[in-house]
């Protein structure tokens, strides 16, 4: 079946470093992949996607590139913030079949410090 | 502000008894779906309908069972409540009920079973 496997937190960082989280994911086929990011107290946010080998999803000053060779979908930031602390969430879909189920990883707590 | 309501935010009950979560979609999505999240479990897909009929099924125990109305509002009903049920219990929603589409989150409804 389908799962997705991400970096154990918690993740800390100081402010202005840069912010790696590791994801690799199994599944049959070309999946969809997403960033999900959740802040206390809410629910989980789209932060990008990316739905073909190679695309890069971005957003606030996070990327991530769709790697079908190594099966990856890596998070990175170039200068994180104190907002940015956070639990994030690596997802995939798959495109084909009935239905929209994500699967999620476990998510990586981040906790960035002045 | 996602668009996605959940209803109540908190829900505390005793084990055997019955509980019905409630919640109402992004304005023009059609398709509902339900993700329990637990520390030990993590993101579990439960259900997911699209107008009104059953898309995908996930994880979802026989004592649970959902539902989406016409007016496309969804609502989760645990039934027969074990300690182990307690967690925070989240509806997403999205415009296609295809793979690949993202998920719009609720704020979650957090279930406690004493």
């Known amino acids: 079946g389908n799962s997705v496997t991400q970096m154990e937190g918690p993740v800390t960082l100081s402010e202005e470093a840069f912010l790696t989280i590791n994801c690799t994911y199994t599944?049959?086929?070309?999946?969809?992949l997403f960033w999900y990011v959740q802040y206390p107290g809410e629910g989980l946010q789209l932060l990008l996607k990316a739905t073909k080998a190679d695309d890069k999803g971005s957003n606030k000053g996070f990327e991530a590139t769709y790697r079908k060779e190594t099966t990856s979908f890596h998070l990175e930031k170039g200068s994180v913030q104190v907002s940015d602390s956070a639990v994030y969430f690596c997802a995939l879909s798959p495109v084909t079949g009935g239905g929209n189920k994500l699967t999620f990883g476990t998510g990586t707590q981040l906790k960035v410090e002045l | 502000d996602s668009g996605v309501t959940q209803t109540p935010k908190h829900l505390i009950t005793a084990t055997g008894q019955r509980v019905t979560l409630r919640c109402s979609p992004r304005s023009g999505d059609l398709s509902v779906y339900w993700y329990q999240q637990s520390l030990d479990q993590g993101l579990q897909f439960l259900i997911q309908?699209?107008?009104?009929?059953?898309?995908a099924k996930g994880n979802i125990l026989e004592r649970f069972s959902a539902q989406q109305f016409p007016d496309l509002h969804s609502e989760l009903n645990l039934s027969s409540l074990e300690l182990g049920d307690s967690a925070l219990y989240f509806c997403?929603?999205?415009?296609?009920?295809?793979?690949?589409?993202?998920?719009?989150f609720g704020n979650g409804t957090r279930l406690t079973v004493t």
């Open positions: 309908y699209y107008n009104g009929e059953e898309r």
């Open positions: 997403a929603s999205s415009a296609s009920g295809q793979g690949g589409s993202p998920l719009h």
């Open positions: 599944a049959t086929g070309y999946p969809s």
